[in-house]
Nanobody, 125 residues
Framework: HVQLVESGGGLVQPGGALRLSCAAS????????MAWIRQAPGKEREGVGF????????FYDPSVKGRFALSRDNYKNTVSLEMNNLKPADTAIYYC???????????????????WGQGTQVTVS
């Protein structure tokens, strides 16, 4: 069965950095679009970043562009989110999400991703 397990969240001061990782199993990772999606208290889920199957094409929400960077390792079945210059507004639960066997350009809509991890808390304070 599909599993997505996030790690790396925590408490960090403004201006600090964190690296989130997601270990995937149960599907052909090398053929899956991957995303990091976050949800802050009282707010809707929002897509932070999306990465295509090759890892060469990424899309970021404007609020994190230039501060966050996505990468993936199709041999280790992992996707990572490097977060720099963190702000209190980045505080949220961060979810790793997958859309396996997608053809064409990867979607940048949260609703297109049908498998989710349990989430990891990031607090910037």
């Amino acid at each position: 069965h599909v599993q997505l397990v996030e790690s790396g969240g925590g408490l960090v001061q403004p201006g600090g950095a964190l690296r989130l990782s997601c270990a995937a199993s149960g599907f052909r990772f090398s053929r899956a679009c991957m995303a990091w999606i976050r949800q802050a208290p009282g707010k809707e889920r929002e897509g932070v970043g999306f990465i295509d199957i090759s890892g060469l094409d990424t899309f970021y929400d404007p609020s994190v562009k230039g501060r966050f960077a996505l990468s993936r390792d199709n041999y280790k079945n992992t996707v990572s989110l490097e977060m720099n210059n963190l702000k209190p507004a980045d505080t949220a639960i961060y979810y790793c999400a997958a859309r396996p066997e997608w053809l064409g350009s990867c979607p940048t809509e949260v609703t297109a991703y049908n498998y989710w991890g349990q989430g990891t808390q990031v607090t910037v304070s």
